[in-house]
Protein backbone atom coordinates (compact mmCIF):
# COMPACT_ATOMS: atom_id res chain seq x y z
CA UNK A 1 0.00 0.00 0.00
CA UNK A 2 1.55 3.60 -0.80
CA UNK A 3 -0.15 6.32 1.13
CA UNK A 4 -0.61 9.59 -0.18
CA UNK A 5 2.94 11.22 1.89
CA UNK A 6 6.03 10.91 0.50
CA UNK A 7 9.68 10.05 1.50
CA UNK A 8 10.41 13.53 0.37
CA UNK A 9 8.18 15.32 2.70
CA UNK A 10 9.65 13.05 5.67
CA UNK A 11 12.96 13.66 4.99
CA UNK A 12 12.14 17.48 5.13
CA UNK A 13 10.45 16.95 8.38
CA UNK A 14 13.22 15.43 9.76
CA UNK A 15 15.84 17.33 8.46
CA UNK A 16 14.35 20.74 9.94
CA UNK A 17 12.86 19.33 12.90
CA UNK A 18 16.22 18.21 14.60
CA UNK A 19 16.90 20.92 16.91
CA UNK A 20 13.05 21.17 18.62
CA UNK A 21 12.99 18.10 18.98
CA UNK A 22 16.07 18.05 21.25
CA UNK A 23 14.70 20.63 22.95
CA UNK A 24 12.82 18.86 25.12
CA UNK A 25 12.68 14.65 23.84
CA UNK A 26 15.80 14.19 24.09
CA UNK A 27 19.11 16.08 24.14
CA UNK A 28 21.26 13.58 22.53
CA UNK A 29 18.92 13.23 19.81
CA UNK A 30 16.79 9.89 20.58
CA UNK A 31 13.49 9.91 19.38
CA UNK A 32 11.70 6.82 20.66
CA UNK A 33 8.79 5.87 22.99
CA UNK A 34 9.20 4.80 26.50
CA UNK A 35 8.78 0.96 27.95
CA UNK A 36 7.44 1.92 31.14
CA UNK A 37 8.00 -1.39 33.21
CA UNK A 38 8.72 -1.78 37.46
CA UNK A 39 12.19 -0.47 36.44
CA UNK A 40 11.78 2.83 35.36
CA UNK A 41 10.08 4.57 38.33
CA UNK A 42 7.38 6.01 35.63
CA UNK A 43 10.54 8.45 34.29
CA UNK A 44 10.45 8.91 30.66
CA UNK A 45 13.92 9.07 29.54
CA UNK A 46 14.66 5.58 31.41
CA UNK A 47 11.82 4.44 29.83
CA UNK A 48 13.27 5.44 26.71
CA UNK A 49 16.28 3.50 27.43
CA UNK A 50 14.37 0.79 28.65
CA UNK A 51 13.20 0.01 25.39
CA UNK A 52 16.42 -0.15 23.81
CA UNK A 53 17.69 -2.60 26.68
CA UNK A 54 14.32 -5.10 26.01
CA UNK A 55 14.77 -4.71 22.53
CA UNK A 56 18.07 -6.08 22.52
CA UNK A 57 17.59 -8.36 25.57
CA UNK A 58 14.71 -10.05 23.34
CA UNK A 59 16.60 -10.16 20.05
CA UNK A 60 19.62 -11.49 21.59
CA UNK A 61 22.32 -9.28 20.34
CA UNK A 62 25.53 -10.30 21.79
CA UNK A 63 29.47 -9.78 20.11
CA UNK A 64 28.66 -11.88 17.10
CA UNK A 65 25.72 -9.78 16.18
CA UNK A 66 25.72 -7.74 12.80
CA UNK A 67 22.93 -5.33 13.73
CA UNK A 68 20.95 -3.06 10.82
CA UNK A 69 19.48 -0.18 12.21
CA UNK A 70 16.41 1.30 9.70
CA UNK A 71 15.91 4.77 10.81
CA UNK A 72 19.04 5.16 12.81
CA UNK A 73 17.72 8.64 13.33
CA UNK A 74 21.23 10.81 14.92
CA UNK A 75 22.25 7.17 15.60
CA UNK A 76 22.18 6.97 19.20
CA UNK A 77 20.81 3.07 19.75
CA UNK A 78 23.13 2.29 17.02
CA UNK A 79 26.11 3.59 19.31
CA UNK A 80 24.70 2.19 22.65
CA UNK A 81 24.00 -1.49 20.68
CA UNK A 82 27.91 -0.81 19.42
CA UNK A 83 29.12 0.21 22.77
CA UNK A 84 27.14 -2.52 25.01
CA UNK A 85 27.41 -5.37 23.34
CA UNK A 86 30.44 -4.83 20.80
CA UNK A 87 28.54 -5.71 18.36
CA UNK A 88 28.50 -4.28 14.60
CA UNK A 89 26.10 -1.89 13.96
CA UNK A 90 24.68 -0.21 10.31
CA UNK A 91 23.10 2.46 10.64
CA UNK A 92 20.62 4.06 8.11
CA UNK A 93 18.46 6.75 7.77
CA UNK A 94 16.45 9.01 5.40
CA UNK A 95 17.73 12.22 6.77
CA UNK A 96 20.79 13.77 5.56
CA UNK A 97 21.11 15.91 8.58
CA UNK A 98 20.20 12.82 10.80
CA UNK A 99 23.08 10.87 9.31
CA UNK A 100 25.60 13.17 9.44
CA UNK A 101 25.06 13.94 13.04
CA UNK A 102 25.43 10.50 13.66
CA UNK A 103 28.93 10.26 11.72
CA UNK A 104 29.92 13.03 13.62
CA UNK A 105 28.90 11.57 16.69
CA UNK A 106 30.80 8.09 16.16
CA UNK A 107 33.60 10.00 15.17
CA UNK A 108 34.47 11.12 18.84
CA UNK A 109 34.08 8.07 20.09
CA UNK A 110 37.28 5.19 20.54
CA UNK A 111 38.75 3.94 17.03
CA UNK A 112 37.62 0.28 18.45
CA UNK A 113 33.91 1.83 18.89
CA UNK A 114 34.13 3.53 15.43
CA UNK A 115 35.41 0.14 13.91
CA UNK A 116 31.81 -1.37 14.93
CA UNK A 117 29.83 1.27 13.34
CA UNK A 118 28.94 2.60 9.76
CA UNK A 119 26.09 5.37 8.93
CA UNK A 120 24.30 5.43 5.10
CA UNK A 121 22.28 8.13 4.03
CA UNK A 122 19.01 5.99 2.44
CA UNK A 123 15.66 4.33 2.37
CA UNK A 124 14.31 1.40 4.17
CA UNK A 125 12.45 0.62 0.52
CA UNK A 126 15.85 0.08 -1.01
CA UNK A 127 18.28 -0.77 0.77
CA UNK A 128 21.91 -0.83 -0.39
CA UNK A 129 23.10 -3.85 1.11
CA UNK A 130 23.11 -7.68 0.07
CA UNK A 131 20.99 -10.25 0.52
CA UNK A 132 21.41 -12.19 4.26
CA UNK A 133 23.78 -9.73 4.99
CA UNK A 134 22.81 -9.17 8.81
CA UNK A 135 22.00 -11.28 12.00
CA UNK A 136 19.35 -8.68 13.57
CA UNK A 137 17.23 -5.83 11.50
CA UNK A 138 16.46 -3.17 14.36
CA UNK A 139 13.82 -0.51 14.00
CA UNK A 140 12.66 1.91 16.51
CA UNK A 141 9.52 4.32 15.42
CA UNK A 142 10.45 4.24 11.77
CA UNK A 143 8.59 1.37 9.81
CA UNK A 144 5.10 4.35 10.36
CA UNK A 145 6.90 6.92 8.51
CA UNK A 146 7.64 4.91 5.29
CA UNK A 147 4.53 5.71 2.60
CA UNK A 148 5.00 1.82 1.16
CA UNK A 149 6.08 -0.29 4.71
CA UNK A 150 4.90 -3.49 2.56
CA UNK A 151 8.37 -2.64 0.38
CA UNK A 152 10.31 -1.45 3.55
CA UNK A 153 9.62 -5.12 5.52
CA UNK A 154 10.26 -7.09 2.84
CA UNK A 155 13.66 -5.51 2.06
CA UNK A 156 14.28 -6.35 6.07
CA UNK A 157 13.59 -9.95 5.20
CA UNK A 158 16.16 -9.59 2.20
CA UNK A 159 19.09 -8.74 4.11
CA UNK A 160 18.43 -10.75 6.99
CA UNK A 161 20.76 -14.21 7.14
CA UNK A 162 18.27 -17.34 7.67
CA UNK A 163 17.18 -17.71 11.54
CA UNK A 164 18.20 -13.57 11.63
CA UNK A 165 15.57 -11.55 13.86
CA UNK A 166 13.90 -8.51 13.09
CA UNK A 167 13.40 -6.20 16.28
CA UNK A 168 10.94 -4.01 15.78
CA UNK A 169 8.33 -1.39 17.11
CA UNK A 170 5.83 0.39 14.98
CA UNK A 171 2.51 2.46 15.46
CA UNK A 172 -0.65 1.10 14.65
CA UNK A 173 -4.28 1.32 13.46
CA UNK A 174 -6.46 -0.91 15.81
CA UNK A 175 -9.54 0.13 13.67
CA UNK A 176 -9.79 1.11 9.72
CA UNK A 177 -11.05 4.28 9.95
CA UNK A 178 -10.57 7.23 12.82
CA UNK A 179 -12.10 10.06 14.16
CA UNK A 180 -11.47 13.86 12.00
CA UNK A 181 -9.51 14.74 15.36
CA UNK A 182 -7.02 11.70 15.25
CA UNK A 183 -7.04 12.20 11.34
CA UNK A 184 -6.08 15.68 11.76
CA UNK A 185 -3.88 15.64 14.77
CA UNK A 186 -1.80 12.08 14.80
CA UNK A 187 -1.83 10.88 11.29
CA UNK A 188 -1.79 13.90 9.21
CA UNK A 189 0.94 15.69 11.56
CA UNK A 190 3.04 12.99 11.31
CA UNK A 191 2.72 12.39 7.73
CA UNK A 192 1.77 8.94 8.14
CA UNK A 193 -0.99 6.29 7.93
CA UNK A 194 -0.87 2.29 8.47
CA UNK A 195 -3.00 -0.70 7.29
CA UNK A 196 -1.65 -3.08 10.32
CA UNK A 197 -3.43 -3.47 13.27
CA UNK A 198 -1.59 -5.28 16.06
CA UNK A 199 -2.30 -9.00 14.49
CA UNK A 200 -2.47 -7.50 10.99
CA UNK A 201 1.25 -6.98 11.52
CA UNK A 202 1.82 -10.15 12.19
CA UNK A 203 -0.24 -11.78 9.59
CA UNK A 204 1.69 -9.41 6.99
CA UNK A 205 4.92 -10.64 8.37
CA UNK A 206 4.49 -14.35 8.13
CA UNK A 207 3.09 -14.03 4.65
CA UNK A 208 6.41 -12.51 3.36
CA UNK A 209 8.54 -15.38 5.35
CA UNK A 210 8.83 -14.59 9.20
CA UNK A 211 7.66 -16.80 11.37
CA UNK A 212 6.68 -14.42 14.85
CA UNK A 213 8.63 -15.30 17.86
CA UNK A 214 7.39 -12.53 20.12
CA UNK A 215 4.88 -9.84 19.65
CA UNK A 216 3.44 -7.71 22.66
CA UNK A 217 0.58 -4.35 22.42
CA UNK A 218 2.53 -1.28 23.54
CA UNK A 219 -0.24 1.16 23.23
CA UNK A 220 -0.73 1.81 27.29
CA UNK A 221 3.17 2.94 27.08
CA UNK A 222 2.80 4.76 24.16
CA UNK A 223 -0.49 6.94 25.82
CA UNK A 224 2.29 7.25 28.61
CA UNK A 225 5.19 8.51 26.61
CA UNK A 226 2.52 11.33 25.32
CA UNK A 227 1.79 11.95 28.78
CA UNK A 228 4.88 12.82 29.69
CA UNK A 229 5.83 14.69 26.53
CA UNK A 230 3.25 16.49 26.47
CA UNK A 231 4.13 17.69 29.87
CA UNK A 232 8.06 18.16 28.83
CA UNK A 233 7.05 20.24 26.05
CA UNK A 234 4.81 22.64 28.26
CA UNK A 235 8.19 22.94 30.39
CA UNK A 236 10.43 23.87 27.55
CA UNK A 237 7.98 26.50 26.26
CA UNK A 238 9.68 29.59 26.35
CA UNK A 239 11.25 31.79 23.88
CA UNK A 240 11.76 31.63 20.17
CA UNK A 241 10.42 27.63 20.50
CA UNK A 242 7.47 29.04 22.81
CA UNK A 243 4.58 28.45 19.52
CA UNK A 244 6.21 25.56 18.29
CA UNK A 245 6.35 23.68 21.87
CA UNK A 246 2.75 24.65 22.83
CA UNK A 247 1.43 23.04 19.85
CA UNK A 248 2.93 19.95 20.59
CA UNK A 249 1.79 19.97 23.86
CA UNK A 250 -1.63 20.33 22.41
CA UNK A 251 -1.02 17.29 19.64
CA UNK A 252 0.28 15.34 21.83
CA UNK A 253 -2.95 15.92 24.17
CA UNK A 254 -4.61 14.35 21.30
CA UNK A 255 -2.03 11.79 20.78
CA UNK A 256 -3.41 10.38 24.20
CA UNK A 257 -6.99 10.44 23.16
CA UNK A 258 -6.34 8.77 19.68
CA UNK A 259 -4.92 5.75 22.34
CA UNK A 260 -7.51 5.89 24.38
CA UNK A 261 -10.16 5.90 21.96
CA UNK A 262 -8.23 2.97 20.40
CA UNK A 263 -7.83 4.59 16.99
CA UNK A 264 -3.90 4.57 17.76
CA UNK A 265 -1.60 1.70 18.76
CA UNK A 266 2.03 1.03 19.51
CA UNK A 267 3.49 -2.38 18.78
CA UNK A 268 6.50 -4.48 19.50
CA UNK A 269 7.10 -7.71 17.46
CA UNK A 270 10.30 -10.19 17.22
CA UNK A 271 10.57 -11.99 14.57
CA UNK A 272 12.19 -14.51 12.35
CA UNK A 273 13.57 -15.24 9.31
CA UNK A 274 12.21 -18.65 8.27
C1 LIG B 1 10.94 9.01 15.19
S1 LIG B 1 12.48 8.96 14.39
C2 LIG B 1 13.29 7.58 15.20
C3 LIG B 1 14.78 7.63 15.05
C4 LIG B 1 15.56 6.55 15.82
N1 LIG B 1 15.17 5.21 15.46
C5 LIG B 1 15.40 6.72 17.32
O1 LIG B 1 14.85 5.84 17.97
O2 LIG B 1 15.85 7.75 17.84
C6 LIG B 1 12.07 8.29 12.80
C7 LIG B 1 13.26 8.19 11.84
O3 LIG B 1 12.86 7.48 10.68
C8 LIG B 1 13.53 8.03 9.58
N2 LIG B 1 12.83 7.61 8.36
C9 LIG B 1 11.59 7.96 7.96
N3 LIG B 1 11.30 7.36 6.78
C10 LIG B 1 12.37 6.59 6.45
C11 LIG B 1 12.69 5.75 5.35
N4 LIG B 1 11.85 5.57 4.31
N5 LIG B 1 13.89 5.11 5.34
C12 LIG B 1 14.79 5.30 6.35
N6 LIG B 1 14.54 6.11 7.42
C13 LIG B 1 13.35 6.75 7.47
C14 LIG B 1 13.47 9.52 9.86
O4 LIG B 1 14.38 10.26 9.09
C15 LIG B 1 13.77 9.54 11.36
O5 LIG B 1 15.14 9.67 11.64
Redesign the pocket.
Known amino acids: MSSRYS?AE??R???EEDAI?RSFW?AE????WGYFDETTDGDFMRA?ARLDEVMAAKGGIDTSSHVL??????G??SLWLAKTYGCRVTG????SV?VNNAREMAAREAEKVQRLLRFEH????DLPFDDGEFTHVW?????Y????KET?LQESRRVLKLGGLLVLDDLLKPMPVVSEQSRQYVYDRLLFDTPFSFTGYQDYLKEIGFTIVEAEDLSGYLRQSYQHLGSKARHHARGELEEKLTALNFAYGKMVEAVERDELGWGLYIAQAS
Not at 139 to 143: D, N, P
Open positions: ETEFYDYDGSLHSDLGCGNNTIDLSRGSATSQATIHVPDA
